[in-house]
């Protein structure tokens, strides 16, 4: 008995969690799809080093409720900062910059993570229709403190 109450446990834990998966579109992707139905383009500028990045990947945009208002509202992009893959955003065409023996940055990562001059991760950012950033916060972000974010956000829009 104990054996088939796990077994319906897991079973039961699984296909909760099936159901609140974060929908991640390209660039390319999400411009396409923001002409067809406008909502604006979340952006989360990472790095595959950063412990905040991970945590949040691992927390915050695990939780429910920051997925089910991201999938509704928004436009989910993950940005690799360390990206060498060029993006092409109306016409334009953002690529890796090294900046020395096995470093760099990826051009659009600079620009959406980059805050009072500093470059800074994790950082995300909210584009409006034209690109423009609505909003951008560069620190490790709960959950509550995104579902508040997300909502002003989505209301504002």
């Not at 159901?19 to 390319?28: G, H, I, P, R, V």
Request: aromatic share 14%; charged share 20%; glycine share 2%.
């Amino acid at each position: 008995m104990k054996q088939l109450n796990l077994v319906l446990f897991f079973f039961f834990w699984a296909t909760l969690n099936s159901f609140a998966q974060l929908k991640t579109y390209s660039f390319e992707e999400a411009e396409k799809l923001e002409q067809q139905q406008p909502k604006p383009i979340f952006v989360f500028v990472h790095t595959s080093w950063c412990k905040y990045c991970k945590m949040m990947e691992n927390s915050t945009f695990k939780n429910p409720e920051v997925i089910q208002l991201l999938n509704d509202n928004f436009y989910f992009v993950s940005l690799d900062a360390e990206s060498k893959e060029p993006i092409v955003i109306k016409d334009r065409t953002f690529s890796y910059k090294p900046k020395g023996k096995n470093t760099g940055i990826h051009e659009l990562a600079e620009e959406l993570a980059t805050v009072d001059g500093n470059i800074s991760y994790p950082t995300f950012s909210i584009l409006d229709q034209n690109n423009a950033i609505l909003l951008q916060i560069s620190e490790f972000t709960d959950a509550k403190t995104m579902i508040v974010l997300l909502k002003e956000a989505a209301d504002f829009h």
